[in-house]
């Protein structure tokens, strides 16, 4: 069965730190693995795509990393601001005989405290 | 003002009745995607346009549901006969080109439609 795994599901960290959130698939044949972030009350909105060639991307202060031997990502916060704070959702998309499916993780809450 | 709109914003309806949810997408996007995103949850699949056509329409629950985009631009999510369960955020996407062409293209996403069933 095609599933993201996350977590965790929520953390608190103090502005200023750095933080890594984990993202485990079972996504098959895989395809891409997308990182976004989720304010609450918006709509996700894109930060990386990684695809099976690809082991890190970077967007600013985010990081994502990628091992397609263990399906697993990451995706790195540093030097945490407030306006981090939101959920962060990995995305992995996968090859089947009509086109692609598109599986959501359920997402980790991420809370940056002044 | 490029971006994905959605109306209404917030939908309170009765248990039974009739609801439409109507989405702009970005000028110029042939793809579109509708999901569903309950309280605490990850966006869940449930239709996928390119251009006028249901490329995907795999995630839609049941036959309550039914989505139309007749001029591969606005699109409207039609639910019928509404349950307390369909209580949810709406979500639509865009994207350029839609996944099927391009695996990694990108998807913007509007700001929802909350939908609360009474």
């Known amino acids: 069965k095609n599933q993201v795994e996350q977590s965790p599901q929520s953390l608190i960290i103090l502005e200023g730190k750095n933080c890594t959130l984990q993202c485990n698939y079972t996504v098959s044949p895989f395809s891409n693995l997308r990182w976004y972030k989720q304010d609450t009350g918006r709509g996700p909105v894109s930060l990386t795509i990684?695809?099976?060639?690809?082991n890190t991307k970077s967007n600013g202060r985010y990081t994502a990393t990628l091992d397609a031997d263990t399906k697993q990502s990451s995706l790195h916060i540093t030097a945490s601001q407030l306006s981090d704070s939101a959920s962060y959702i990995c995305?992995?998309?996968?090859?089947?005989?009509?086109?692609?499916?598109?599986?959501f993780g359920a997402g980790t809450r991420l809370f940056v405290k002044a | 003002g490029a971006g994905v709109s959605q109306t209404p914003s917030n939908k309170v309806t009765e248990k039974g009745k009739y609801v439409e949810l109507r989405c702009d997408p970005i000028?110029?996007?042939?793809?579109l995607y509708w999901y569903r995103q309950s309280l605490g949850q990850g966006p869940e699949f449930l239709i996928y346009?390119?251009?006028?056509?249901?490329?995907?329409d795999s995630g839609l629950p049941n036959d309550r549901f039914f989505a139309v985009r007749p001029e591969g631009s606005v699109s409207t999510l039609k639910i019928q006969r509404t349950e307390r369960g369909d209580s949810a955020v709406y979500l639509c996407?865009?994207?350029?080109?839609?996944?099927?062409?391009?695996?990694?293209?990108?998807?913007?996403f509007g700001p929802g439609t909350r939908l609360t069933v009474l």
């Open positions: 000028s110029g996007h042939t793809a």
């Open positions: 346009f390119q251009g006028t056509g249901a490329a995907d």
């Open positions: 996407a865009s994207s350029l080109w839609g996944q099927n062409l391009m695996s990694t293209d990108t998807q913007y």
């Open positions: 995305v992995v998309s996968a090859r089947n005989t009509g086109g692609f499916k598109t599986i």
């Open positions: 990684m695809t099976f060639s690809e």
